[in-house]
């Protein structure tokens, strides 16, 4: 083995913010070109590693649809330095991507023909958005969708023009709720479990998909059980420290699993008895 | 395959002869313990060593190297393709080793480790003086078939050198003298096997080692995880001297200019702390006792399903290495065999 022929799996590739939008108080908007002109070449429910040279590196879901290849979108919360560094950046600046890494929602086959039912708690819009976006660019494929999104608070809203987009469609139903309102809300006020019991499905032709904070989905997971829908047609994205995500680093492991590899995306009948996975 | 009769004194010459081409690591006396360093010259090579303090893995996973350099936002792969003689290696380091091996080149292989490993020539020793805490012996690691280059036996007052491999006959090529090893001393080398592999049990081990994996699926509520884990400081010593543990860290290092530095990584590991810390905050193995049993069931369980054999080689670091006492894994598994 030649090691200057060999791949180096820790070496980000350059790439370019095409525009930097700052979203909420925490979340910044990133739409992002290789600059090899490569598509990412992602499947909804992956991530990527985004790098910026002296501060680091972070796994990120990437929250658009394949469908348009030629850039992606990330939604960066300002948790640590690098998101921190990253939210200074400006349209032409230069970042580092490494991926797509992970597991993705079975959009071409446990999904298709389906009803589906979204359950997004906060953050979880991110990675869910890539999903939503290609089930609607496919609108043909699955059944009834109905999208469930709740945050902490109106200001914490993500996407705001498609929520209102998503709002106004008839072919789809989508709720909302935030957990506090304030003087301009005139939704439901209350956490997403609430949204839950008003909608009536068909456990045997659903697919549930969930993702949001580490402790929304014990509670989101007793409403899909009281719905009927079994282990089997429900998936989830859990979010690890996927320092590496190339398997090696040990950060991502839920027990015998690592998230970067054989997540981020599970069936939950697949991870029901994993101790540490919910 | 080919077999010489060294004597100490042979092999001294022979180190000696390799220093004047290339870069050779063996074992010296660190205070009253012993350590792999690069050797100068033959005559502080020790080759009665018990058990080094780290293993020899830091040679293929420095405890801290550079991945990458970066200049603005360009990154470029740094690879170390130095080639190195590891002299001495015991035979239950060898094992972890061949574990790692599969580790950095299975799925997605990691050109910095497994380039490293390409370019060392291993010279494995067989066991001359056991260290107190080594239980190799029970986890079928107190002799090696395979997996050097070359392999010396101290079999009476001479030394049989194994040479197995293309690299071990061109570590060996060049040195005048040498002579051939008879039938019967390289055949009495399974006196010394058969001792080593019944001496090095420090500690008995109850379970079979088929039987640990199964032991762990129905042990996850053992009241052993609790007791033990309450004395721990989380020190992460247990983890960081182990030869079989390879979790990583990265971070970067930015030059003066602040426009250039390097992308480093470093040994870390799953007793600490902050271990599974996401950013925001959640930690998802926030108690002593969750990361004192994801330690075990990494060992026993996890990893051993990728390597095909428990991750423990039985080296007894753990053991020496924790101050309250509670990391030898004989004494886990042993009590999940008695409940
Ligand atoms: S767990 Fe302990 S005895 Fe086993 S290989 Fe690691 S340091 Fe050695
Ligand atoms: S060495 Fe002992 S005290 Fe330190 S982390 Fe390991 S088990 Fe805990
Ligand atoms: S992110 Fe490193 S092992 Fe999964």
Known sequence: ?278 | MSYYKMSEEDLRQWVDHLLSKVTVYGVQAKGDRFAFNALNDSSSLRLDYDVTILPPKKYFLPPKETLLSYKGQKYDSVVDEKPFVLFGVHPYDLAAIRQMDKIFSSDNNDIHYMTRRNNATIVALDVQTPSAHNFSGNMNTAVIEGEYDILLTKVDSSYVVDVRTGKGKELIKGMSGLVTAEMALVDSRHKVWEENKSRLRAYPLKPSLSEIPGLLDKSREHPVWAEKAELCFSCGSCVMVCPTCYCFDVQDEAEWDLSSGKRIRSWDGCMLERFALVAGGHNFRKTKEERYRHRYYRKGKYVAEKVGEISCVGCGRCVSACVPGIANPCEVYNRLKED
């Not at chain 1, 992002?32 to 990527?48: N, V």
């Not at chain 1, 680091?56 to 649809?65: F, L």
């Not at chain 1, 008839?170 to 309102?181: H, M, N, P, S, Y």
């Not at chain 1, 079994?230 to 590496?244: A, D, Q």
């Open chain 1, 1 to 278: 083995m030649d090691a200057r022929t060999m791949k180096d799996i820790y070496l980000p590739e350059p790439a370019t913010l095409l525009e930097v939008k700052p979203f909420t108080e925490m979340e910044t908007y990133y739409r992002i070109k290789l600059d090899s002109g490569r598509p990412l070449g992602h499947k909804p429910g992956q991530f990527a590693e985004i790098s910026l040279a002296g501060i680091g590196e972070a796994p990120i879901s990437i929250s658009s649809s394949p469908v348009k290849t030629d850039h992606f979108e990330m939604v960066i919360r300002n948790v640590g330095n690098l998101t921190r560094a990253l939210r200074t950046l400006k349209d032409g600046d230069r970042v580092g991507i490494r991926g797509p890494f992970g597991t993705s929602f079975p959009v071409n086959d446990v999904m298709k023909g389906k009803d589906l039912l979204y359950i997004c708690g906060g953050m979880g819009l991110v990675p869910m958005r890539s999903v939503i976006q290609y089930t609607l660019d496919h609108r043909d494929d699955y059944g009834e969708i109905t999208i469930c999104y709740g945050t902490k608070s109106p200001s914490e809203r993500l996407f705001t023009d498609e929520l209102e987009n998503w709002g106004k469609r008839k072919d789809i139903a989508f709720l909302e709720t935030v957990d506090r309102g304030d003087d301009s809300w005139k939704g439901n006020v209350g956490v997403i479990t609430k949204l839950m019991p008003g909608i009536s499905i068909d456990p045997h032709k659903t697919v549930a998909l969930v993702c949001g904070p580490p402790i929304m989905y014990k509670f989101v997971l007793l409403e899909l059980r009281k719905m009927e829908m079994s282990n089997e047609n429900i998936y989830m994205s859990l979010e690890r420290h996927m320092k590496c995500g190339v398997g090696k680093c040990g950060h991502c492991q839920i027990n015998g699993l690592y998230a970067c590899q054989d997540g981020p995306v599970f069936k939950y009948s697949e991870i029901a008895d994993v101790k540490e996975a919910i």
